[in-house]
């Protein structure tokens, strides 16, 4: 790196990185989390993954139903992502949050307006 602006290595994918790409961590000495916001995001998402399984359950993770391929191999997951929220309407979000969370029984057919 040129030495203008400040950096850090990151310990997970050996790169030195604009102090930008770190969180903040106010335990560590330079105030920046351990690694880089990439390696954070990867290293909590397999953690969390470890934590369900180890708790016999399953996380799905199926971007290719959602999300647009393109978007994610030009730009990333993040902002496919971001992109397929910001284009939701409402309603799609409340129908989709139920297929995904909402246990089946309870999604009946009355309503909370029928009540
Ligand atoms: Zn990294």
Known sequence: MSGLIP????PDCDKEKPTEA????????DGLARYCKECFQRRSRASYRKRMSERGKQVRERPDEFLDRRIVE???LDV??????AGMTDRFAVTLYERLFIPKPWVGPMAWDQL
Do not use: P
């Open 74 to 76: 030009t730009e990333g």
């Open 7 to 10: 950096t850090k290595l990151c």
């Open 22 to 29: 770190f969180g903040r961590n106010k335990r560590l000495k």
């Open 80 to 85: 496919a992502t971001r992109d397929f929220l």
